[in-house]
């Protein structure tokens, strides 16, 4: 039983993370950025902004200042790639010698193209361990059947996550291939997307699947040329992620390859939704110019999300790859 464990980021992920962890410490410090949250979390003991009929446990406690983590044994970053940098800067100064930090944002910082544990590592000078699976906040919250992997190159780190994530209903598989684990939640954002454009174009179930015969296996080849294990796409990071991602509403990137694939153009900025797949696509073209990879899934996306072409189009230039 651990005594103290934080979560950063109070959203969907966050609460669910500390929902499931619960049981086995003695209290999580949930951070929001907004005392507003922060007070009604305490208050109420529901997030109602995203879990309003979901009570959280008694012992999961709303802060709203990162000074208060500096004795916790492991912070669970819940937090989007994009201030990932920000706050390890922050938090560096503040937590412990031995905290052990847990990155479950799977994106790629947009200016630098690195993954989240080289930002957190250069940072904090401290390894994470890094999280990634068939996670659905809204499932989890409600405790029922889950799973992740974990993966970190630091075995007393990986073991002490494991150890606190693990309950009857939450499976944890972990490796030391962080590169092969990150990744893998990486591209399943642009696999989700892929998924959806045919979705929204009503492209027939035949082809649609074939087409994700295809993604799934340059997920493979893609992981091996950035340096991981193409075994580790089998896991639960990998295979249960990119399933649940590009079948499944839940997901957002998913919903705006549907959009996409119906026409209908989205303004981020008007909406306040944040697309982690966008960005990952940006990122993935260049990485495969710069490595002279091929990777016909990465060049539709990029077609029809960042150049908009035709929808119907690009489909048919990806089908003549298959």
Sequence with gaps: MFSKIGVVGAGAMGTAISQTICEN?????LYAKRAEVTDSLNETHFNKEYFPNVRLEDNIIAINDLNELKDAEIIFLTLPSSVMREVTHELKDIISSDCVLVNTAKGLEKDSQKRMSQ?????TGRSAVVLSGPNIAAEMVERTFSSASIACKNEEYLEKVERVLST????????????????????????????????????????RFSVFTKTYNETKDLIESFGGNRDTVDDYCGFGDIITASTLNVSRNHTLGVLYGQKIVIDEKASGVLF????????LKD?????????????????VIIDGVNPKKAFEEFWSKL
């Design 119 to 123: 930002v957190i590592e250069e940072e």
């Design 168 to 207: 009857p209903r939450f499976k944890v598989s972990t490796s030391d291939d962080v590169v092969g684990v990150e990744y893998c939640g990486v591209v399943k954002n642009v696999i989700a997307i892929s998924q959806g454009i045919c979705e929204g174009m009503k492209i027939n179930d035949n082809a």
């Design 287 to 303: 990485l495969c110019e710069l490595n002279n990879i091929e990777c016909a899934t990465v060049d539709f996306t990029y077609d």
């Design 276 to 283: 982690e797949g966008k960005n990952t696509i940006l990122i």
């Design 25 to 29: 410490t003695e209290e999580v410090l």
